[in-house]
């Protein structure tokens, strides 16, 4: 439910408010309109997010949290606080274990 990015960036946002589609655009850099409508479908479907359609002209449709939503938010803004806090030993981490990869690779490949 929870396992793709655009999921634990979206919660969030609409823990602080209903998000309309064109915002989630405009604040969630790099989501497309199609994987924005699936993980929103996702969330949905598990009851995390309420779909509020105003039935107006032009559309207007919101998005918020539900009672259970609003509870696995709780639940993952440790996380984030926790992620945020530890990306530069995380990245550090990564960009070494890359380099001894690279650095064996190279050593496997020379010819004898």
């Known amino acids: 439910m929870i396992s793709t990015k655009w999921a634990l960036l979206i919660i969030p946002l609409l823990a602080e ?3 309309r589609n064109n915002e989630f655009l405009r604040l969630i ?3 497309s309109q199609k994987m924005l ?3 929103l479908r996702e969330l949905e479907r598990y009851g995390l997010v309420e ?3 105003y039935r107006t002209v032009p559309p207007h449709v919101e998005y918020r949290l539900t009672p259970i939503g609003r509870s ?3 639940v993952l803004v440790p ?3 926790w992620a945020e806090k ?3 030993k995380l ?3 990564q960009q070494d274990f890359d380099r001894r990869q690279e650095s064996e690779a190279s050593v496997r490949t020379k010819p004898l």
């Open 72 to 74: 696995l938010n709780l």
């Open 51 to 53: 779909r509020i359609d």
């Open 86 to 88: 530890n990306f530069p």
């Open 17 to 19: 408010r209903p998000v």
């Open 29 to 31: 850099d790099g989501v």
């Open 37 to 39: 409508t699936q993980t």
């Open 91 to 93: 990245l550090t981490a």
């Open 79 to 81: 996380i984030d606080d």
